[in-house]
């Protein structure tokens, strides 16, 4: 725990029955199906980033799992647009955990270094995508401003439909959530 980390991360030997059943859905469920690109468990069994918190309330931990899942693995998205959004989430609410890991997943889904750093700072014109261009303005709106004017949603809408906006808006939401735990928590970068 870094020293300005406000949450002590409780060690799998330690939880209860309900508290067991979120650590495995996080630990054991789709966000470790694929290649290992950042540390979601520590070396003692520990959770990284926001999931150590959503133990502490196991049906609100329970809930946001499983939402962050749907987010993440059952939307229409393309996975470069998914970490797009993620990202510029991440750079509005400068939660540094959700970029270490999510510069990971979005190298991993071809975005460039280029990008990322576009990313980093703000920048969301560098995507030649017109549909990559969009999601980045349309999410720059809602973290920005808390909400489209008439014409961002109308191009959002023409571009992804109701459903698409519908999980555009869900993920936004999820990934403000998380960074703000991140932020009042103190939760870091891990020590590797």
């Given amino acids: ?46 959770l990284e980033g926001p ?7 196991p049906a609100v931990g329970g809930a946001l799992e499983r939402l962050g899942a749907a987010v ?12 797009i959004a993620i990202l510029i989430v991440a750079q509005h609410w400068d939660a540094g955990f959700m970029r270490y890991s999510h510069e990971a997943l979005g190298r991993h889904a071809g975005l460039t270094d280029e990008e990322l750093s576009a990313l980093r700072e703000g920048r969301v014109e560098v995507f030649g995508d017109p549909h990559e261009r969009l999601v980045a303005r349309t999410v720059r709106a809602l973290v920005s401003d808390g909400d489209l004017d008439d014409e961002h949603y109308s191009s959002a809408e023409g571009a992804l439909g109701q459903p698409g906006v519908f999980e555009l808006l869900a993920l936004v939401g999820y990934y403000a959530a998380l960074a703000l735990q991140l932020r009042v928590f103190r939760i870091g970068i891990p020590d590797d």
């Fill in 1 to 46: 725990m870094s020293d300005n980390q406000r949450l002590a991360k409780l060690p799998p030997d330690s939880l209860d029955e309900r508290q067991r059943r979120v650590y495995d859905a996080i630990a054991g469920g789709p966000r470790t199906s694929g290649p290992t690109l950042y540390r979601l468990v520590d070396d003692q069994g520990g």
């Fill in 51 to 57: 999931f150590n918190g959503f133990l502490l309330q």
């Fill in 72 to 83: 993440r693995f059952e939307t229409s998205l393309s996975d470069r647009a998914r970490e």
